[in-house]
């Protein structure tokens, strides 16, 4: 059973940065797109980054020139790095990706269970 693992998340100040992390575990042979997401409490989860298997990469405005998306050596794994954090920015952060998994390799699309961002003004 692939699965998705975040860990990186904390409290952090205003101005502050952080680096998030997420691994794939589990019979993975590859990722296609994988991305971020974040949901604030009493709001929709919305996308943060995404980056390809290629290495193209979008962002949410909000996000822009503060967030950088990219991808490890191994395929299935993916960063957030987050520098100026803002109080707004607070939310679990989700990530999410398009895993080739099993021996069959079958695309099957998968989430992490969250990681918690907090920013303190």
């Known amino acids: 059973q692939a699965r998705l693992v975040e860990s990186g998340g904390g409290l952090v100040q205003a101005g502050g940065s952080l680096r998030l992390s997420c691994a794939a575990s589990g019979i993975v042979l590859g990722a296609n797109r994988m991305a971020w997401y974040r949901q604030a409490p009493g709001k929709q989860r919305e996308l943060v980054a995404a980056i390809t298997s290629g290495g193209d990469t979008n962002y949410a405005d909000s996000v822009k020139g503060r967030f950088a998306i990219s991808r490890g050596n191994v395929k299935s794994t993916v960063y957030l790095q987050m520098h100026s954090l803002k109080p707004e920015d607070t939310a679990v952060y989700y990530c999410?990706?398009?895993?080739?998994?099993?021996?069959?390799?079958?695309?099957?699309?998968?989430w992490g269970q969250g990681t918690q961002v907090t920013v303190s003004a």
């Open positions: 999410s990706g398009e895993l080739v998994v099993g021996l069959g390799g079958s695309t099957l699309d998968y």
